[in-house]
C-alpha cells in the first residue's frame, strides 16, 4: 500500500516536473520545444510503467514460490501422517498377532 501511495506521489511530481518545463520553455525562448519536452515526458511515463510491470511481475513470482513452498510443506506434512498410520497399523498387526499366539497356548 505504501509503495502504490509513493508510486502516485511520484507520478505527480512528474506531471508536476513537467508543467513547469513547459512553462519556463514558453517563457524562457521565442522558439518553442514542447516536441522534445513532450517526447521526454512520454520516455519517462513509459519507463514508470515499463518498471511498475517488471515490479508486479517479480510480486507476483514471489508469491508463486511461496505458494508453492506452503504447498510443499502442506504435502510433506500429509506423507508425515499416512507414515504414522501405516506404523500404528503395523503396530497394531503385531499386538494382535501376538494376542492370537498367546491364545492359542
Known amino acids: ?7 502516485i506521489k511520484g507520478e505527480y511530481n512528474l506531471r508536476e516536473t513537467y ?3 513547459l512553462g ?6 521565442k522558439e518553442d520545444n514542447f516536441g522534445d519536452l513532450n517526447k521526454a515526458y512520454q ?11 517488471v515490479s508486479l511481475k517479480e510480486n507476483e ?7 508453492s513452498t506452503e504447498q510443499r510443506k502442506i504435502e510433506a506434512e500429509k506423507l508425515k501422517q499416512k507414515n ?3 506404523r500404528l497399523k503395523r503396530e497394531q498387526l503385531n499386538v494382535q498377532k501376538f494376542t492370537s499366539i498367546i ?3
Open 24 to 29: 519556463r520553455d514558453s517563457s524562457s525562448t
Open 19 to 21: 508543467i513547469t518545463a
Open 61 to 67: 513470482s514471489a508469491r508463486k514460490d511461496l505458494l
Open 43 to 53: 520516455d519517462v511515463v513509459n519507463n514508470s510503467f515499463k518498471e511498475r510491470e
Open 103 to 105: 491364545n492359542k497356548n
Open 84 to 86: 504414522e498410520e501405516i
Open 1 to 7: 500500500m505504501v509503495k502504490e501511495i509513493e508510486q
